[in-house]
Nanobody, 123 residues
C-alpha cells in the first residue's frame, strides 16, 4: 500500500490548506488513516486520525477547532482541512494507514506511510 499526499504549500498565517491522501490502485475504505507531522528539529507528532468508517475521529489538542479530518470512501481519499493556520503548523505532513482496530492515534500503530507534503505558514 503506497500512500500519496498532496495539497501542501506556502500560506500566510490565518490562511487555509486542504491536504489529500490517496493510495493509487488501492482502496482506503478498510483502513484507519492518520495525519502526522514533523517540524525541523522536532519529533513526529500526531495531528488527527479517522477510523475506516469515520465513526472514530481524534485530534491533537493544538489543532482542535482549526483542522477537520474527513474521508470519502467512494473516491478513496482522506482529507485534512486546515484553517486558521499558524506558523507553528509548519511541518512536513504525512498520512499513514492501519488496517487494525482504531487505537490511540499514535504513529507506532500505523504500518503504511506516505512521503509527506510540506506545509509552510509564513508571512
Amino acid at each position: 500500500l503506497q500512500l500519496v499526499e498532496s495539497g501542501g504549500g506556502l500560506v500566510q498565517p490565518g490562511g487555509s490548506l486542504r491536504l489529500s491522501c490517496k493510495a493509487p490502485g488501492f482502496t482506503l475504505a478498510y483502513y484507519n488513516i492518520g495525519w502526522f507531522r514533523q517540524a525541523p528539529g522536532k519529533e513526529r507528532e500526531r495531528v488527527s486520525c479517522i477510523g475506516a468508517n469515520a465513526f472514530f475521529i481524534e485530534y491533537e489538542d493544538s489543532v482542535k477547532g482549526r483542522f477537520t479530518i474527513s474521508r470519502n470512501n467512494v473516491k478513496d481519499v482522506v482529507y485534512l482541512q486546515m484553517n486558521s493556520l499558524k506558523p507553528e503548523d509548519t511541518a512536513i505532513y504525512y498520512c499513514a494507514a492501519d488496517d487494525g482496530v482504531f487505537g490511540r492515534c499514535q504513529a507506532d500503530e500505523y504500518d503504511y506511510w506516505g512521503q509527506g507534503t510540506q506545509v509552510t505558514v509564513s508571512s
